[in-house]
């Protein structure tokens, strides 16, 4: 779950719905040829299915007991990881391997920098490392072809998270990643330079609308995600700074 703060409120998103708005800028994406990328079709399917095992886990939030809200990506324990990206990386090892790769080498990637030297997170990198080892030999690659396919979803699961986490994204002055700047305005995301195929895009995002002060228990919270509400996203080039 992706919690956004904000003065007037909190939001929540599901991994889900951030993943499948990672791919939508990805079928657009007009920059470094990638409309001719032999492998685009498989890198926007990685990047739309790369948090599939989040569905069930979002399906059923957990509650923080400080905050009251539901606990958000960033708490997840070691044996939940393994859980969630087994599913992902298992719903493509037989039919496509490369999408499967591309999302081992993220989940293995995300977690690398917070969690790499912390005994409980051991048997996870273990676990991720072997199998990215095993599909990368069974298909041949090298580091740097994983590492060129993978800066796609990298890159676009950035734009996409950062959107859904901040309000504010870029307020006092535009944020940059992989040679772009990128700034929200109200719920507009710029771009510049400006990398898509359209001059304007429109995506709805699905996200849920937190309670003032929180949940007392798990099933009031829960009941919090019966039905979305949609938010209304513009994608567009960045104006003069």
């Given at each position: 779950?992706?919690?956004?703060?904000?003065?007037?409120?909190?939001?929540?998103?599901?991994?889900?719905?951030?993943?499948?708005?990672?791919?939508?800028?990805?079928?657009?994406?007009?920059?470094?040829?990638?409309?001719?990328?032999?492998?685009?079709?498989?890198?926007?399917?990685?990047?739309?299915?790369?948090?599939?095992?989040?569905?069930?886990?979002?399906?059923?939030?957990?509650?923080?007991?400080?905050?009251?809200?539901?606990?958000?990506?960033?708490?997840?324990?070691?044996?939940?990881?393994?859980?969630?990206?087994?599913?992902?990386?298992?719903?493509?090892?037989?039919?496509?391997?490369?999408?499967?790769?591309?999302?081992?080498?993220?989940?293995?990637?995300?977690?690398?920098?917070?969690?790499?030297?912390?005994?409980?997170?051991?048997?996870?990198?273990?676990?991720?490392?072997?199998?990215?080892?095993?599909?990368?030999?069974?298909?041949?690659?090298?580091?740097?072809?994983?590492?060129?396919?993978?800066?796609?979803?990298?890159?676009?699961?950035?734009?996409?998270?950062?959107?859904?986490?901040?309000?504010?994204?870029?307020?006092?002055?535009?944020?940059?990643?992989?040679?772009?700047?990128?700034r929200r305005v109200a719920d507009t995301l710029q771009f510049k330079p400006y990398p898509?195929?359209?001059?304007?895009?429109?995506?709805?995002?699905?996200?849920?609308?937190?309670?003032?002060?929180?949940?007392?228990?798990?099933?009031?919270?829960?009941?919090?995600?019966?039905?979305?509400?949609?938010?209304?996203?513009?994608?567009?080039?960045?104006?003069?700074?």
């Amino acid at each position: 779950m992706i919690l956004q703060h904000a003065p007037e409120g909190t939001i929540a998103i599901r991994q889900d719905d951030h993943a499948a708005f990672a791919a939508f800028l990805l079928e657009h994406w007009s920059n470094n040829n990638f409309t001719k990328d032999p492998q685009r079709d498989q890198i926007i399917l990685a990047a739309r299915h790369h948090d599939v095992g989040w569905i069930a886990f979002d399906a059923m939030p957990r509650l923080d007991p400080v905050t009251c809200l539901p606990a958000d990506m960033t708490s997840v324990e070691p044996e939940d990881a393994l859980t969630i990206w087994r599913r992902a990386t298992a719903l493509h090892l037989e039919d496509d391997p490369f999408v499967a790769l591309l999302i081992t080498h993220h989940a293995y990637s995300i977690h690398e920098i917070a969690h790499k030297r912390q005994p409980a997170w051991k048997a996870f990198f273990t676990e991720f490392a072997q199998l990215r080892a095993e599909l990368r030999d069974a298909l041949g690659l090298d580091h740097p072809a994983i590492e060129r396919a993978y800066s796609y979803l990298r890159m676009a699961d950035w734009f996409s998270l950062q959107f859904c986490m901040r309000h504010d994204l870029g307020a006092e002055r535009p944020e940059h990643y992989a040679g772009y700047q990128f700034r929200r305005v109200a719920d507009t995301l710029q771009f510049k330079p400006y990398p898509f195929d359209l001059r304007s895009l429109s995506y709805s995002l699905p996200f849920f609308r937190m309670a003032d002060g929180g949940y007392r228990d798990e099933k009031q919270l829960r009941a919090a995600f019966d039905r979305p509400e949609m938010l209304n996203v513009t994608i567009e080039p960045m104006g003069r700074l």
